[in-house]
């Protein structure tokens, strides 16, 4: 174990320790019991399989999208664009699935992921190719460019997709829905959770493999830290950033085999609600790790589903505020820890 991994599992710990401590001082300012209220929330998501299931189920999505996020985090773009880019992979996908289920038989899935990541890396491409030959800020670009998908999924949906009054597409044959992993296992039982669960920690574990096994992640990782230095070692600098943000753009689409294959059966729109933003913090609290990434989500899913389950307490916008001071204490205690532990200027 190096000093680095302590100094980070110390660091989360002080955090979280000090972020119960300031929720349970606002709970008691607010008139709330504060030891009913985390009594209720972890006996909620712990005390059931439903609840370990859902919590599960919350985090799937976050391990998948923040995978993607770190492809580009890695090579210092910061990718602000991963709402509009998953749900219009998500999208094309659920269309592409509905229409085709009949002419494609069992290759209707494996087709339809195929298309929605080929469409969310090509959304991906877009603010890379305007960094590479125009200088432009791919912050700036990728904010805009949620605008843009999310009114464009909205325009066809309301004209020509749409479910009666319903802002949703077609549902798919239930033949081609993922298994849940209640069918594995009685103790989930009722909950939404499947296999893209198991699917996405392989993915996360592939990730991993990619950044610090391979050739590729190390000239992904080589620009992330000096892009100029780089160019010097022969790094096509240009190129990396537009697979970066390709492969980074077009993993964020998987989500739609947990809600669309494993859950709903079609497209919902607003089903993200601002994944793809938690998501940023899940990969930047991770440190960009994919391993790091499978807890961080966990961790977000748990205080998700928490929020839901203690709604008849307290408003569920308090785990918001909670995501919250998590996010705060570690950069703030990581900081102290680098400075006092670490030694690090």
């Not at 039982?189 to 493999?209: R, W």
Request: overall charge positive.
């Amino acid at each position: 174990m190096t000093r680095k991994f302590k100094a980070n599992v110390i660091s989360t710990s002080i955090s979280l320790i000090a972020t119960l401590l300031i929720l349970f001082i606002f709970l008691y300012i607010v008139g709330k019991n504060p030891f009913e209220v985390i009594q209720k929330m972890f006996s909620e998501v712990f005390g059931t399989g439903y609840g370990i299931g859902q919590a599960i189920f919350k985090s799937t999505p976050l391990i998948i999208c923040g995978c993607g996020l770190a492809f580009c985090f890695q090579a210092s773009l910061f990718n602000i664009g991963a709402e509009g880019q998953l749900n219009l992979g998500v999208f094309v996908m659920s269309i592409i699935a509905y229409l085709f289920d009949d002419t494609l038989g069992i290759l209707v899935l494996p087709v339809s992921v195929l298309i929605g990541f080929a469409v969310s890396a090509v959304w991906g491409f877009i603010p890379a190719y305007i960094k590479i030959k125009r200088g432009v800020s791919e912050v700036i670009t990728t904010i805009m460019m949620n605008f843009i998908s999310l009114a464009l999924i909205n325009y066809f949906l309301i004209e020509f997709l749409a479910v009666k009054s319903t802002v949703r597409t077609e549902k798919i044959l239930d033949s081609v829905n993922l298994p849940k992993l209640a069918l594995f296992s009685d103790i989930f039982e009722g909950s939404s959770a499947n296999v893209t669960f198991i699917l996405a920690i392989l993915l996360a574990v592939a990730t991993y493999f990619i950044f610090y096994k391979t050739s590729f992640g190390y000239k992904l990782r080589a620009v992330g830290l000096n892009p100029k230095a780089s160019k010097y070692l022969g790094i096509n600098t240009d190129r990396m950033t537009i697979i970066a943000f390709m492969i980074g753009a077009g993993i964020t689409s998987l989500v739609g085999l947990n809600y669309v294959f494993g859950y709903k059966g079609y497209y919902e729109y607003g089903f993200s609600n601002n994944l793809g933003f938690t998501a940023i913090a899940v990969t930047l609290l991770a440190k960009n790790n994919p391993i790091g990434i499978i807890f961080t989500a966990l961790l977000f899913g748990i205080m998700d589903y928490g929020g839901l389950s203690v709604n008849t307490l307290v408003p569920k916008e308090i785990m918001l505020v909670f995501q919250a001071l998590v996010i705060l204490s570690i950069l703030s205690f990581d900081r102290i820890i680098k400075i006092y532990y670490l030694k690090e200027k």
